[in-house]
């Protein structure tokens, strides 16, 4: 028998739940259309196949790959759908064969205890699962010295998956982001700042499978083109998860300028915020993207109280998703932290709101009145000069 030092595969593995009946066949492919996009950007050259057997993706790496099994983890522990992954080695489906790759693999290791874990999801497999356990762990004990069994908590536990054709073999278990794979619940648009809470939302709206486009709206040539990089370095990030996208950049200026102009002082955030969505909403029809989104998180700040987020949700009729809705701001930071966001979005910047800031903005915002001065604008014009001079970029990894 030959000993098989490097993996072969990467089997990932999802959480069943919510995905049985129809759904689950959408949910794999895209799954495995988001898994090949991944690695061909994070990883290239480092796989032969991605397909699904039963319950699983498993990928087939090339020569290349299992040279390349940092970047590999790197890509499958981003890719929303999986819940772990493991790399395993593969070997022919016969006792003897698992039984010689199983010391292979063991006799690499350093360990006093350990436990084989099999699972047979090929039933005409002449062994039960148990069976298994006690022949290949009677042959460990019996090959390797000053070492024994131990079910609970041991230094190694050595799983083993005999699964359509294949018998898997590995050991660690890798976490990854869960969720469902981006794509399969349609396209969001997320309005994003340069602060730490849109991204945040980015990354949420993408975990439940909304494939997001971004608009930033800044006031140049008032604010620098560095808050316009600084947007286009957290895309960048975001990326990780969905690895291209598109940012949609609108000049705001005029439009604040126009509202500093017609409407009370007071009012002012809400009229921005009320114009932001106005021009999301076209940008989303001309794009077949059915939902927005936002950073918003009730009463962190004067203007996400509930009366100012009604009056400015009012503006489209579209479907608009806060998934920070709940958070503190300590929880927020925290996940900005882990998907890698934190240190780009605390780089001081100019935001096109802070800008042209009142003194007293209104906290309880009553939306007949809103309506009411909304009545100077005309709004038809000024949502269309705005798609005019829309720039467009797209972002990759
Ligand atoms: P963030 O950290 O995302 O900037 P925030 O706590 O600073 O959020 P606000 O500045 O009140 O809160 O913004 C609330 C939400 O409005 C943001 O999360 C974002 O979705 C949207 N938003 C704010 N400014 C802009 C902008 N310049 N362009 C696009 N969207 C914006
Ligand atoms: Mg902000």
Not at 190 to 216: C, F, N, Q, T, W
Not at 251 to 268: G, H, T, V, Y
Not at 330 to 347: L, N, Q
Request: a positive charge; aromatic letters at 10%.
């Amino acid at each position: 028998m030959e000993k098989n030092v490097f993996y072969d595969y990467a089997i990932c593995h999802y959480d069943e739940i919510g995905i049985k009946g129809r759904n689950r066949r959408v949910f794999e492919d895209k799954l495995i259309e988001n898994i090949k996009k991944g690695l061909m950007a994070g990883a290239p050259g480092s796989f032969e196949y991605v397909k699904r057997i039963s319950g699983r993706v498993i990928v087939k790496l090339s020569e290349k790959g299992k040279n390349d099994i940092k970047n590999i983890e790197k890509v499958l522990s981003r890719t929303f759908g999986i819940a772990y992954f493991t790399f395993a080695f593969s070997c022919l489906q016969d006792i003897d064969s698992i039984k010689a790759n199983v010391l292979a693999s063991m006799s690499m290791k350093k360990f006093k205890t350990f436990r084989i874990t099999s699972q047979r999801s090929k039933k005409d497999f002449p062994m039960t699962s148990q069976d298994i356990n006690v022949e290949v762990g009677a042959y460990i004990i019996d090959n390797i010295k000053d070492i024994k069994v131990k079910l609970e908590k041991p230094t190694v536990n050595c799983f083993i998956e005999i699964v359509d054709n294949f018998s898997f073999i590995y050991f660690d278990k890798i976490n990854g982001h869960g969720g469902l794979p981006v794509g399969v619940s349609g396209r969001a648009l997320l309005l994003v700042s340069g602060g730490i809470d849109s991204p945040v939302a980015a990354y949420y709206l993408m975990k439940r499978g909304l494939e997001v486009s971004y608009i930033h709206f800044h006031s140049l040539p008032y604010t620098s083109q560095s808050s316009l990089d600084k947007v286009e370095s957290l895309v960048g990030i975001l990326n990780n998860f969905q690895h291209k996208s598109k940012i949609y950049f609108v000049p705001f200026s005029d439009i604040q300028k126009e509202i500093m102009l017609n409407a009370p002082d007071k009012f002012r955030i809400i009229f921005y915020r009320r114009f932001m969505f106005k021009i999301a909403e076209e940008v989303s029809k001309k794009e077949k993207i059915i939902v927005l989104g936002t950073g918003e998180s009730l009463g962190q700040v004067a203007s996400q109280t509930i009366e100012n987020i009604i009056a400015t949700a009012d503006a489209v009729s579209m479907l608009i998703l806060r998934p920070l809705i709940g958070f503190d701001k300590k929880e927020i930071i925290k996940v900005a932290e882990r998907i890698g966001t934190y240190d780009i979005s605390i780089i001081p910047h100019e935001d096109c709101c802070s800008l042209f800031l009142p003194k007293n903005p209104e906290t309880k915002a009553n939306l007949d009145e809103i309506k009411k001065v909304e009545k100077v604008f005309n709004i038809k014009k000024i949502v269309l000069d705005a798609l005019k001079n829309i720039e467009i970029k797209k972002s990759l990894t």
